[in-house]
């Protein structure tokens, strides 16, 4: 556990102006300070709380139990004589609240995650309307500020009171007990306030019920998943791109003019963004006739040595004059050789359907972020208190039971992101699967490796182990959401389990980043097999003479044959266009995403240990991602 030192530039939280990127700051570190105005409001509704309890007023959470136990109604003494006698039966129910309710197991979240629940925590009862003390929030903020990371395990959330056991890990360390990660060291709660130079505190009228009703768990995770998840559809997008360069692919089907005409705006956002990283790529859009397709290596391959230092052979297969009828406007444009570029005026669906797919994950994302914008700077907690309410005539128009702490909205929301994350892993397994299969790389060598001697597995099974994530993530892809299993005998008898959703979303959100990286690790070594071998065609139209040129062509008539000459004219033209052409190259987005991945993971010339690779691969999209 990483030790959290506050930021020197803090978020200012007065329950109406948090953003995504601000939770996300404090969750990397930063750190917060209460707006004294939105304070002051907050210790008025705190006032009008302990005022109503003095005239004996019957509130919920205040002066009755919770859940079933709503109508028992708090006495003005204990029944039995052995509670503490320095306690409210008022400040004890708060305090068994929370103390009864951390009941979370599992594995404890990552400092994010908990660093995001308190300052979304924090800033919702800034709102004024949950009837906590101002003490209690400059506690609580103290607290974060500090660096006292609550232990909060995984489990025990179904994200309907809120999240009830999850929310009671954060506030039990404030009384001084549970756990908490302090410096790096985990310690008990009133031991890690001790060493940051903090008190535990004493809960007062709905403190316990304002600390842990609400969705700051599923809420916490729906951000930090939102933040990942733009940038992996962003990373998504530079994917394709360069898997497209890798296959000299076709450009048209993301033209602006084109997605007018369907106008999704994540759609139209995606085939923008192609068309941006694909600009200038003169590798995409090449002419059929000019890329050669990949032949196993022999010692005969290449005229020199230079040449025969390549991995790989290439070649052509002519088309004969008597086999071109319906097709002679055709190749009036094209050279009448067929390479690795297949004559086709479209890709696969995995490369031109890519806007359409990652646009659709696009807007699954803004889905959310809508959800989750609206929801930073909501209440979730409940009673609501309106202690300035015109026009109210009784206690219960001022104290009202709602059920804002019910996380169906962001559960549903990330149940549609939750369903777009194996879509977006699927199509890039897809294209990956496309670039090392030989029925279908137009042209490249089989699993991406010149294998002249049948030793090689190249990158085979790296396609098998982006099978694998993909299969999982769809496999867990089935919606929390729509399994309520009720609680509290009952009165709780619908739930949204929308913290098993935010927990799930966010744990596939870094298996989406491994299929991503994967694809990156595959398209980088075709990318530099489709260079070479363009290249390579254009040092052998350049250094060798018309008849070795010509050997590398197939089908060719015998000699004498009617057609021999037509033959040797046209193999002729195309060694002219090969050997005067200035080159081709990805975009230069793709470039230097490409330079920076060879950068920590070099070209596989012969099969090696890829475990290494596959790590530095993750690593480098990790990096990628800010994480």
Known sequence: MATTVPNATAVRLDGASLTREQVVAVARGASVVLDATQLRAVQRTADFLAEQVRRQEPLYGVSTGFGSNADRLLGAHRLRGDGDAGTTLHEELQENLITTHAVCIGEPFPEDVVRAMLVIRINTLMKGHSGVRSSTLEAYAAMLNAGIVPVVPKLGSVGASGDLA???????????????????????????????????????????????????????????????????????????????????????????????????????????????????????????????????????????????????????????ADQRHGRERFYQRFKPFRGGKKHQPQDSYSLRCAPQVHGAVRDALAQLQRVVDVELNAVTDNPLIFPDLEGAKYIEDQVVSAGHFHGMPIALAMSYVKAAIPVLASISERRLNKLVDPATNDGLPAFLSGN??????????????????????????????????????????????????????????????????????????????????????RRLAREADLATFASKVGNAPPDPHPQRAQFLAECDALRAELASSPGFAPGRVVSELHASFRAKVAFLGKDRALDGDVAAAVDFVEALLGR
Not at 167 to 186: K, P
Not at 271 to 281: C, G, K, M, T
Not at 460 to 472: C, F, G, P, S
Not at 508 to 524: G, P, R
Request: charge should be negative.
């Open 452 to 537: 002249e001697d049948g030793t090689d597995s190249g990158y085979m099974i790296v396609q098998y182990t982006a099978a694998a994530i993909v299969n999982d993530l769809a496999s867990r892809a089935h919606p929390a959401t729509v399994y309520s299993i009720p609680t509290s005998a009952n009165a709780e008898d619908h739930v949204s389990m929308g913290a098993n959703e935010g927990r799930h979303v966010l744990d596939m959100s870094a298996d989406l980043a491994k299929v991503l990286a994967l694809e990156l690790m595959t398209a980088s070594q075709a990318l530099d097999f489709r260079r070479d071998m363009i290249e390579a065609s």
């Open 166 to 320: 999850p929310l009671s890990h954060l506030a039990i360390v404030l009384l001084g007990q549970g756990e908490a990660f302090f410096r790096g060291e985990r310690l008990p709660g009133g031991e890690a306030l001790k060493r940051a130079g903090l008190a535990p505190i004493r809960l007062s009228y709905k403190e316990g019920l304002a600390l842990n009703n609400g969705t700051a768990q599923m809420l916490a995770t729906a951000v930090l998943c939102a933040e990942r998840l733009e940038k992996l559809v962003e990373l998504a997008d530079r994917c394709a791109a360069m898997t497209i360069d890798a296959f000299a692919g076709r450009r048209r089907a993301f033209d602006a003019h084109v997605h007018a005409l369907r106008p999704h705006p994540g759609q139209v956002a995606s085939a923008a963004n192609l068309r941006a990283l694909l600009e200038d790529s003169t590798l995409a859009d090449i002419a059929y006739h000019l890329v050669p397709r990949a032949k196993p290596w022999l010692p005969s391959s290449w005229p020199n040595a230079s040449l025969a230092a390549l991995s790989f052979d290439i070649g052509w297969d002519w088309v004969p």
